[in-house]
T-cell receptor, first 114, second 113 residues
Framework: AQSVAQPEDQVNVAEGNPLTVKCTYS??????LFWYVQYPNRGLQFLLK??????LVKGSYGFEAEFNKSQTSFHLKKPSALVSDSALYFC????????????FGTGTQLKVEL | DGGITQSPKYLFRKEGQNVTLSCEQN?????MYWYRQDPGQGLRLIYY???????QKGDIAEGYSVSREKKESFPLTVTSAQKNPTAFYLC????????????FGNGTRLTVT
């Protein structure tokens, strides 16, 4: 069975500092990995995905993520955080070994402070 | 603009009543999904449909039912058999269900008392 772990419920960072939101996964085949962001009382918005190719993936709003197969991780990063980045972030995985189910992590609340 | 419309945004019902949540998309997507979101639990899949007139149970289908009579529409009924129906419900769609990302609606917050 596929699974996703986001080990931090909340991440606090000062504006202008780099941020990292962690994600690890478990699949039987190769993973398709996604990051989404959710603002209060809204649906999720797609940020970026890793399907194949370059391990460093760039996405919307200056975010990027690095796929690390040996560590089964897909951490979300941004070089310089903004207060407006404060939101709930979800990592998700789809197992290419079969099925169309997308499994989500429990989410990480990012708080960027002045 | 293409997108997914969920209605209503807020819904209040008495225990024992069935309630139907609407989800309409104009993205021409084949696959549609219903997720339930509870604090600290992430998103859990209720039902999904990859094509009209076909749907599959997700991880927490008990107490829920769906239909997919039209490509654009995927309504979710929360029945009285659902033990803890109060939650935030999200509908999503995707073009191919594999590499394409999900597009989400803005959700319906259901409160059952």
């Amino acid at each position: 069975a596929q699974s996703v772990a986001q080990p931090e419920d909340q991440v606090n960072v000062a504006e202008g500092n780099p941020l990292t939101v962690k994600c690890t996964y478990s699949v039987s085949g190769n993973p398709y990995l996604f990051w989404y962001v959710q603002y209060p009382n809204r649906g999720l918005q797609f940020l970026l995905k890793y399907i194949t190719g370059d391990n460093l993936v760039k996405g919307s709003y200056g975010f990027e993520a690095e796929f690390n197969k040996s560590q089964t991780s897909f951490h979300l990063k941004k070089p310089s955080a903004l207060v407006s980045d404060s939101a709930l972030y979800f990592c998700a995985v789809r197992d290419t070994g079969g099925g169309n189910k997308l499994t989500f992590g429990t989410g990480t609340q990012l708080k960027v402070e002045l | 603009d293409g997108g997914i419309t969920q209605s209503p945004k807020y819904l209040f019902r008495k225990e024992g009543q069935n309630v139907t949540l609407s989800c309409e998309q104009n993205l021409n997507h084949d696959a549609m999904y219903w997720y339930r979101q509870d604090p600290g639990q992430g998103l859990r899949l209720i039902y999904y449909s990859q094509i009209v007139n076909d749907f599959q149970k997700g991880d927490i289908a008990e107490g829920y039912s769906v239909s997919r009579e039209k490509k654009e529409s995927f309504p979710l009924t929360v029945t009285s058999a659902q033990k803890n129906p109060t939650a935030f419900y999200l509908c999503a769609s995707t073009a191919d269900g594999v590499v394409s990302p999900l597009h989400f609606g803005n959700g319906t917050r259901l409160t059952v008392t």
